[in-house]
């Protein structure tokens, strides 16, 4: 998982360097993005149901992440997973740790910037 997590990381890095340079949200192909400076000086922007939203910043903040997350899934498509279904459920004993590092691949669903409206898979795992 966290293989795939820091190839997703270096995926949004090289993505989002284009989009970094303007100091507003960028529409992308319908999808709004928020370039780094613009959180760095303001924050996550908050989607209408007061879901925050962005690309995940490292440790660039001292911030938690975002509820949605920039991903690119399948077929190249961009949306953003929800953080709680990325992060999926917590071992509570070791044995539970190891049989989830051993898990199949799982998908979880990328949505607009909406938080509802599915646009697309991310699959963790594969």
Same mark, same amino acid.
């Given at each position: 998982?966290?293989? /795939? +997590?820091?190839? !997703?990381? @270096?995926?949004?890095?090289?993505? +989002? ?22 959180? +760095? ?5 908050? /989607?209408?149901?007061g879901e925050t939203y ?31 279904? +990325? ?13 989830? /590092? /051993? ?6 669903? !990328? ?6 409206t599915i646009i697309g898979?991310? @699959?963790?795992?594969?």
């Amino acid at each position: 998982m966290r293989k /795939n +997590l820091f190839v !997703l990381a @270096w995926i949004m890095l090289i993505f +989002l360097a284009g989009c970094s340079q303007q100091e507003t949200l960028k529409k992308t192909e319908d999808l709004v993005i928020p370039p780094f400076e613009y959180i +760095l000086e303001n924050g996550y922007p908050v /989607n209408d149901k007061g879901e925050t939203y962005g690309p995940d910043m490292g440790n660039r903040m001292i911030i938690e992440e975002p509820d949605l997350i920039l991903a690119q899934g399948e077929n190249s498509i961009i949306g953003y997973a929800k953080k709680v279904e +990325l992060d999926g459920p917590k071992p509570k004993t070791p044995e539970e740790a190891v049989k989830l /590092n /051993n898990a199949p691949p799982r998908e979880v669903s !990328l949505y607009d910037v909406d938080g509802e409206t599915i646009i697309g898979t991310f @699959w963790i795992g594969k």
